[in-house]
């Protein structure tokens, strides 16, 4: 499965949520269409959004931090090895010479 497909999939889920709640919402009684229920929903769904957020923003920089480690250990890498190509080229002039 693509991230294309995965996509879709959360988009269909989200709307189709927020279709089925604008659904219900009409069904609701009158005891929860309070301006104090609406309140609160907005400062529960204030705190969700928050913490989406947060989540998304940690996963985003540890995303970043393997990419800088993985970039420094290939430039190290490449180092070694032409530190590794000098010394052999040194040897082998030496070999030549005898």
Not at 56 to 80: F, R
């Amino acid at each position: 499965m693509n991230s294309i497909t995965k996509s879709m999939i959360a988009f269909v889920c989200v709307f189709g949520g927020a279709l089925l709640g604008m659904l219900l919402g009409s069904h609701l009684p009158a005891d929860y269409q309070t301006p104090d229920v609406k309140q609160v929903v907005r400062l529960v769904m204030g705190l969700v959004v928050t913490t989406v957020a947060l989540a998304l923003g940690l996963l985003i920089g540890s995303a970043k931090n393997y990419y800088d480690t993985q970039n420094v250990e290939m430039a190290q890498l490449a180092g070694t090895w032409l530190e590794l190509d000098r010394i052999l080229e040194h040897y082998g002039a030496l070999v030549r010479a005898r």
